[in-house]
């Protein structure tokens, strides 16, 4: 007898096909599968670091696969590949699990075997939309495969509008509300159908299908979508599952398990190093994403030149050094988005700079920030059972604003401009005032964990402070560090000011929504502004047909003119890296009689 | 009953010495007894027409008419070969020139004077045929492969002690053991067919004879770890100078933002600090007095508020040093034993204790053991052999990156062990890179415990009928296992990347195997000439376990008297796993002997496994022929050749070790970590989730283990040469192997399916010498000489090779193990050189068919050259240009032929032996380099290698490549032959002197023997490998693919070894 495992007769029923259908959701976030942040379900690899939006980081011998990813050298051998689609096809794996299951299932209706069916499929929809933008060509195995030799060319593969067909089910059968917050529901299945349209160019069926999710969608737990007051609470376990959220995967803190494989496992690398965190200094935003955030004096975006002056950074300044920021204007999603020197790094006191950066010399001074857990509520919602740490901050496959930005472009291409400005705007207004929520980055976000907060310089002086310990001064309304030496004396204190935020929306009539062109620039731009470091960047350049144009100006700017050897002779080689390479493994796997099933990718 | 006594003494023809234990029989009969302690015997014999036959292992038999006498003093000669030896096959024994299968007899005494721990590490080059490979590590358990590599799984030999088959003998006492036997081929081992795929070592252990008897051995060895600059790492100086140099080969240069470290400054030249923690800092600028560091502080947010201090230490800390001392071994043996005509009994207690000289390690090994047997009556016989034995054994991982051996040379010697408050230093201290403290590392394993217990033997019966033709014995043996134990993790503070939490973690395991063994022999001689023997056996296996454990985090206090599971008040892990199988057999075995000249031996078994269900039962037979040229008439009569057999075996043996008991069923499962999931959105509670396990195949059947064998045995010269030799080829068919399926398969566990095949040939052999050099000086030698060489035939239906151990090379790998080439084979690039200059590059450039000839060597855009130092790769393919199509087989572990030479003289009272010990033509793949020889590597210690002898333009010959800040393909970033090395040596083992006091002076205080002897293990090793210790040990921690079905198939791979100590030792044996 089988010990410790169970036949399939005995999950026969509707007990168990709930827990094969848990089991199909814990494929989301690819761990214990594939690899960990190879296989991940954050894309913080495939989308952001090969988009632009990030270095790998750390230093150049760790995790050595990522490099080839940075500067588009990647090849069929690299294991990464391999444990993402290792990963994905396990999803679908699980989800046709479900499928097969419910016509053995005796205690359930139809209706109710129907609605499984459709949460089933919206799952195998999302692994396949995975698969099918990273890699193009897959082949496609159903609850009713037998042999999974499958080609990935030809007639099994034309797999959009299988996937299509998944998600369609899935917005036609799933109800409204779902117990659950985590649940796939009708309107999580209509925004996935969407952006499959969307990944296919297909406006006119994404715009209609889009404007309808926005006035009449509402979330699993049946709040009506809607933009979090605060851009910043997308990026907090406190405001998981809010009305933003349209489909996330969900993470735990301490979880009894002993292990961080529910938290958030595969950003375990991606935390400043030498910092509270431990590890790994991985992920470090770009210097172009940063200078993308710069805002001209309206207030608004400079697509076209935002590299033209650079935000003034900290390289080669010691921690205990002085160091002053950036004064220009920026749009105040920079600091939710890239934790950088003198500025609140969450509830984390000012980022100290080099000290919490493995390598400057390699990848910047720049950290991630959207991922990080807070440190007010850090022992519900970290996990430190390994060398690393696992956060429950949920990461949200679609959040509202990304269908709102789709809508936008749908708009450009089929609808109107006013409509698409409409829509920028409401992601725009959002952080235009600080107002909103609690506001702004500022120095009143270090006061939680300050040695103290004074109300003058003599009070300041006279504390027992250590360097690097951190004290608010209300009269100035900034915050100090002491860089080294005695607290007693005034000139070891550093002062950060606050960043000079100025972001406002588009009015009416301005030049970028006068012609389709500049729309579209500026709908573009926008998503790489809300939606940086949240794996979607490459995936969009591609879409758009701009990855080989924006790619290689990222990399002669970061490798010529900031001198990032990383970058230094990288280019994006069109009708290549737009996917990337079928794993040589999976090819070597499927070679039957000597012939592979799978065929490779164009130029790979 | 009319029988009559006979007595006498017997003694050695050379030293006149008595022989104890010498079996004396009636010929024709059963009835026999041994000489006792003084060498004395008394027998009843049916006539005194009889005739009796002395035999005695180590000494020629002889065979003595009693011709009417009634006291009879018999004088054996020496020798190493006799031929009438009793050898212990399966379920029976048999005359060693009566062999017909290949067996190597192990000397017994040459073995055990070897200072290890453990059997199986003193079996190294002892027994032709058998490879070991073993670590310094007190308590490891080596590598032991007889003939090669058998499957991708488990290649452990099977060992049967006392009868009774098991895979562990760890916990035996060698001083146990009285007679070791290796069965290599087919026709020997497939009596016990169900296991011996990968050959089977046969122990029997002592038996009491004589007049009670005490025997005390202790000894006492002094090891003593290499020292001094073991891993040629750079001091702090040239440490800091390396990190100039690299920046300035970089293209990076003062003044640029790049240019600095945070410990050496930004100046023209690298300037050591006084304090390394606040980086960089003078001894000004830091007040010790703001120190504060808690170590046992059980917030993880109490890290942020220490000050660290750490004084930077200017000499260099020798890490290595700082974890290997000197350490004892002491080993206490007692035993009484005796017998008579009701029977024989020995007690023997065993106490060994071996520190190991990497702290915290060692090996405590406390063992009883009873043999009993009773002759109830003229023809019942009951008895037992049991042990029993209690050990620890606390050890760290060798081979592996991460744990206190590898730190040990990846720390920086700038680093201090302590920091200015007597806690741990480490590489908190920024831009030092993030190796951890190994001393803090092993020093917080200290209160570990883990204890081992396990009794193991057996009990039988025996009976004679049909005037002792036929006897029937069964055999109730097997073992009851157990061990627990618990480990705490501190939390750490002084690493870079610390583990911030505390936890208590137990453990526990138990289980039982036991074997049911009847079998009745007929044993019958027809008119003198025709001798036949028959076997017939049932036998019936279970083994049945569990494991349980659990973990508990946040304790109020890391006093080890206090933590226990419940005394945490954090997170609470529990685990347990339950597993079973069993094995059922019936088996024949026939021997035929034809007046000495001609011996024919067949067996047939079937076997049933649990693990299979469509095709439980598998047939395995074995056959082989002997002749003994000598014993025909035609053969002339020569001193020269004294004896010459010719042996001649095939047969069929069984396999289903790597297979899964769950293996027959599709299943599912639920897994907290992999299937379970908030979908609630609770952030702290997952859900249960359930996914498929594992694919089924009800279809496996058993593995079969085809192998040939052809032998020669020859006695020279009046015995005086004895020679065995041995050619065979061993295929394994239908070999069980859980190739990877597609991935659109799901991730479930594959199954075992019967797909591949691997081949092994070889020779092995020895030649032994005995002879007397003079009436005082005798000498013997013996070699042992052993090789396979292993082929894979097939993988799978659909890969022809599988790859393993990516080591840092994320995603691809070191191994690979492919048809047409012998398990665990090194693959990469073939390292030819250096790029020595632009002209070099742009013409490679030129002929390549795509833009470059290899990815980050180039002219670039603006006509500079990228890569100049770089390793050049051979185009293996001759494309034109570097693709992973060029990477090629670059050695293997496995070794041309092993070698152990055995050499001892006897001067009077004294003895001298020396036992060396030869591996050749293995290749170890020196993962050491990868960390100490790239300075783009992960930060960490570095070696004088990276710094002097580095490719500069003035140094084109160089060892490394140029000395740059990053890795790259051409350098560190892809498996080449720079990690490859040679890993041939040849190492004196042993060398010991006896000497043997007068009996006469010790027999005046009642002692019967004394003797003292001094030794000395590895002291010398011939080798050009470049690493630490040669014989590496065990890839214990494969990082590789999954279902390559563990170690087997990716070893030989060095990431800091356990080195093998020095060991000088005093000893006495001394007997009551």
């Known amino acids: 007898p089988a010990l410790g495992s169970l036949d399939k007769q005995v999950l026969a029923n509707q007990k168990g096909a709930d827990a094969l259908l848990v089991g199909a959701y814990a494929a989301l976030n690819g761990q214990n599968i594939g690899g960990t942040w190879s296989s991940g379900g954050t894309n913080w690899i495939y989308g952001s670091v090969a988009g632009g939006d990030a270095h790998k980081g750390s230093n150049s011998g760790d995790q050595p696969p990522i490099n080839k990813i940075m500067d588009m050298t990647q090849n069929p051998t690299n294991g990464f590949f391999n444990d993402f689609w290792t990963a994905r096809y396990e999803g679908v794996s699980r989800a046709n699990s479900v499928i097969s299951l419910l016509p053995q299932v005796e205690d359930m209706s139809d209706a109710q075997k129907t609605a499984y069916e459709a949460e089933a499929r919206f799952l195998r929809g999302h692994y396949y939309f995975e698969l099918k933008r990273m890699y193009n060509n897959i082949p496609w195995i159903d609850e009713e495969t037998t042999n999974f030799e499958q080609p990935n060319t030809g007639e099994t593969a034309a797999t959009w509008a299988k996937i299509e067909a998944d998600f369609q089910f899935a917005y036609d059968n799933l109800p409204e509300t779902q117990s659950q917050a985590g649940k796939a529901n009708k309107w999580a299945a209509a925004s996935y159908l969407a952006k499959t349209y969307v990944y296919q160019g297909n406006w006119s069926d994404a715009q209609p299908l889009l404007n309808n999710i926005i006035n009449q969608g509402v979330t699993a737990s049946g709040d009506a979508y809607a933009l979090q007051d605060n851009y910043g609470y997308n990026f907090r376990a406190d405001y998981d599952n809010s009305s933003e959220s349209v489909f996330a995967i969900q993470y735990t803190g301490p979880d009894g398990t002993g292990t961080i494989d529910n938290s958030r496992q595969e950003d375990m690398l991606n935390y400043p190093y030498g910092s509270p965190f431990n590890c790994c200094g991985f992920y470090q935003p770009t210097q172009d994403l940063v200078n993308s955030y710069r805002t001209d004096s309206n207030g608004l975006p400079m697509p076209e030149d935002y590299n033209a002056e650079m935000v003034k950074n900290d390289m080669g300044v010691a921690t205990n050094e002085p160091f002053n920021i950036y004064e220009g204007t920026v749009d105040p999603r920079l600091d939710y988005s890239v934790g950088r020197r003198g500025v609140p790094f969450k509830d984390w006191g000012p980022h100290p700079g080099v000290r919490w950066i493995r390598d400057q010399a390699y990848a910047g001074p720049f950290n991630s920030i959207k991922h990080i857990y807070r440190q007010e509520n850090a022992s519900q919602f970290s996990n430190g059972n390994e060398w690393a740490p696992g956060s429950a901050v949920n990461y949200d496959i679609i959040r509202f604003a990304d269908v709102l930005l789709w809508a936008a472009e749908a708009e450009v291409e089929v609808g109107t401009l006013a409509k698409a400005r409409e829509y920028v705007n409401r992601v725009r207004g959002r952080v235009a005032d600080d107002s909103y929520g609690d506001g702004w980055v500022d120095y009143t976000k270090n006061q939680p964990f300050a040695l103290a907060t004074v109300g003058s310089e003599s009070e300041m002086t006279s504390l027992d402070a250590n360097p690097g310990d951190w004290v608010v001064r209300t009269d100035t309304e900034t915050t100090f560090v002491l860089l080294k030496g005695e607290a007693s004396n005034a000139g070891n204190w550093q002062e950060y000011e606050d960043p000079n935020y100025t972001v406002s929306t588009y009015p009416a009539g301005h030049p970028a929504f006068s012609s389709k062109e500049s729309a579209r620039e500026a709908v573009h731009f926008e998503r790489k502004l809300e939606l940086s470091m949240e794996g979607h960047r490459y995936f969009d350049l591609v879409r758009w047909g701009e990855a080989k144009e924006k790619l290689d100006a990222f990399y002669d700017y970061m490798g010529g003119e900031l001198g990032f050897s990383t970058y230094q002779g990288a280019s994006f080689t069109s009708s290549k890296n737009e996917y990337y390479p079928i794993p040589q493994t999976q090819i070597d796997l499927t070679t039957v009689e000597g012939q592979p099933t799978l065929e490779q990718n164009q130029g790979y | ?949 580095s490719w500069t333009p003035d140094n084109p010959n160089a060892t490394a490549p140029i000395l740059e800040t990053e890795g790259s393909f051409s350098t560190n970033g892809t498996p080449n032959s720079y990690f490859v090395e040679d890993g041939s040596y040849l190492r004196m083992k042993n060398v010991q002197v006896g000497y043997t006091l007068p009996q006469e002076a010790v027999s005046r205080i009642g002692i019967r023997s004394l003797r003292v002897y001094v030794q000395a293990a590895n002291l010398l090793t011939i080798t050009n490998y470049s690493g630490l210790d040669p014989q590496i040990g065990y890839h214990e921690n494969d990082d590789g693919n999954a279902n390559a079905g563990g170690t087997s198939t990716a070893f030989g791979i060095d990431e800091g070894v356990y080195p093998t100590a020095r060991q000088f030792r005093i000893g006495i044996s001394l007997s009551y």
């Open chain 2, 1 to 949: 009953q009319n029988t009559s006594t006979i007595s006498g003494t017997v003694t050695d023809q050379t030293t006149d010495q008595p022989l104890p234990g010498v079996n004396i029989s009636v010929q024709g009969t059963t009835t026999g007894t041994t000489t006792d302690a003084n060498g004395q015997f008394e027998l009843n014999v049916p006539s005194l027409s009889d005739t009796l036959q002395f035999t005695f292992i180590g000494y020629a038999s002889a065979t003595v008419p009693i011709q009417g006498r009634t006291e009879i003093d018999v004088q054996l000669e020496p020798t190493t070969i006799s031929g009438e030896e009793l050898v212990v096959v399966g379920y029976g024994a048999q005359r060693e020139k009566d062999l017909t299968g290949s067996v190597s007899v192990v000397d017994v005494d040459e073995m055990t004077s070897i200072p290890e721990t453990q059997v199986s590490e003193q079996l190294q080059g002892q027994a032709s045929g058998v490879t070991v490979v073993s670590s310094g590590q007190p308590g490891e358990e080596p590598q032991v492969r007889i003939r090669g590599i058998n499957t991708f799984g488990n290649n452990e030999p099977l060992y049967v002690v006392d009868g009774v088959p098991t895979q562990n003998i760890d916990d035996l006492n060698s001083n146990d053991i009285s007679s070791m036997q290796v069965l290599k081929d087919a026709a020997a081992a497939s009596i016990y067919g169900s296991r011996a795929s990968n050959g089977v070592i046969v122990i029997t252990t002592k038996q009491g004879s004589g007049d009670i008897t005490i025997d005390y051995d202790a000894s006492y060895g002094y090891q003593v770890p290499p020292s001094g600059n073991i891993y040629d790492i750079l001091s702090p100086q040239e440490m800091a100078q390396s990190v100039w140099t690299a920046n300035r080969n970089s293209g990076i240069t003062p003044g640029d933002d790049e240019w600095g470290h945070p410990q050496y400054g930004s100046g023209e030249s690298p300037v050591l600090p006084y304090y390394i923690d606040p980086a960089g800092s003078s001894q000004e600028e830091v007040d010790e007095s703001n120190y504060f560091l808690n170590p046992n502080y059980t917030d993880a947010s109490a890290l942020s508020s220490f000050f660290y201090i750490t004084r930077a230490n200017h000499q260099g800390t020798n890490w290595f040093d700082e974890l290997y001392d000197p350490a004892g071994q002491m080993n206490h043996n007692l035993s009484v034993s005796g017998g008579g005509d009701i029977g024989n009994y020995l007690f023997s207690v065993n106490y060994l204790d071996q520190q190991g000289t990497l702290m915290e390690t060692s090996l405590q090994r406390y063992t009883v053991r009873a043999n009993t047997k009773f002759n109830v009556s003229d023809n019942i016989r009951i008895g037992e052999n049991l042990s029993y034995s209690v050990s620890e054994n606390p050890t760290f991982g060798t081979l592996d990156e991460g744990g206190p051996i590898g730190m040990a040379y990846r720390e920086q010697p700038i680093i201090p062990v302590y920091d200015v408050g007597g806690n741990f230093a480490g590489t908190h201290a920024e831009g030092l890179g993030n190796p951890r403290n190994p001393v803090a590392l092993a020093h917080r394993a200290r209160n570990n415990e883990y204890l081992d217990r396990r009794l193991f033997g057996n009990i039988f019966g025996e009976i004679d009928f049909w005037q002792q033709r036929l006897t029937l014995r069964t055999s109730l043996g097997g073992e009851l296992y157990s061990g627990a134990g618990h480990s705490f993790t501190y939390p750490e503070y002084e690493n870079a990347e610390n583990n911030t939490t505390n936890q208590f973690n137990s453990s526990s395991y138990e289980g039982y195997t036991y074997t049911w063994t009847n079998t009745l022999t007929y044993d019958q001689s027809f008119k003198d000439i025709h001798n036949v023997k028959v076997t017939l056996a049932t036998e019936a296996n279970k083994n049945k376990g569990s494991n349980v454990g659990g973990s508990t985090q946040d304790f109020f206090s890391f006093d080890p008297n206090f933590t226990n599971l419940s005394t945490g008040s954090g997170t609470k892990t529990n685990y347990s796993s339950e597993y079973e199988n069993s094995l059922f057999s019936l088996i024949g075995r026939v021997d035929y002997n034809f007046d000495d000249r001609y011996i024919l031996s067949g067996t047939l078994r079937r076997d049933g496994s649990s693990k299979f269900l469509n095709n439980k039962w598998g047939w395995f037979p074995a056959g082989s022929v002997g002749w003994r040229v000598t014993e025909e008439s035609f053969f002339p009569e020569s001193s020269a050749i004294t004896d010459l057999k010719f042996r001649a075996g095939y047969g069929v043996v069984g396999n289903q070790l790597n297979v899964d008991p769950n293996n027959p069923y599709t299943l599912f499962a639920p897994s907290n970590v992999s299937s379970y999931y908030a979908l609630d959105g609770s952030n702290s509670t997952p859900l249960l989730g359930f996914y498929q396990s594992r694919i089924g195949n009800p279809n496996a059947k058993w593995e079969r283990n085809v192998s040939t064998n052809i032998g020669v045995d020859a006695s020279l010269f009046d015995g005086k040469v004895e020679v065995t030799a041995d050619y065979y080829r061993k295929e394994v068919r239908d070999l069980l192997y859980n190739p990877s399926l597609p991935a659109t398969a799901g991730n479930a566990s594959q199954p075992f399916v019967n797909v591949g095949s691997m081949r092994n040939t070889g020779f092995d052999g020895s030649i032994s010498y005995f002879g007397n050099i003079t009436d005082d000086l005798q000498f013997n030698s013996t070699l042992t000489f052993t090789s396979y060489n292993n082929e894979i035939i097939k993988i799978s239906n659909t890969s022809n090779y599988f790859a393993q151990a990516t080591n840092r090379f994320e995603g691809t790998s070191t191994v690979r193990n492919q048809v047409g080439h012998p398990v665990s084979s090194f693959y990469g690039y073939n390292v030819i050189g250096f790029w020595d200059d632009k002209e070099e590059i742009s013409e490679a450039q030129a002929g390549a068919p795509g833009e470059k000839y290899v990815s980050d060597v180039y002219i670039d855009e603006d006509g500079n050259a990228v890569g100049i130092g770089r390793f050049r790769y051979e185009d293996v393919n001759g494309d034109g240009e570097i693709t992973p199509d060029d990477r090629t087989f670059l050695g293997s572990p496995n070794p041309d032929f092993t070698y152990g030479i055995n050499l001892g003289f006897n001067y009077k009272a004294f003895d001298f032996s020396m036992f060396w010990y030869g591996s050749q033509g293995n290749e170890i793949w020196n993962q050491v380099k990868w960390w100490t020889d790239f300075y783009g590597s992960f930060s960490g210690a570095k070696s004088k290698t990276m710094l002097h002898d």
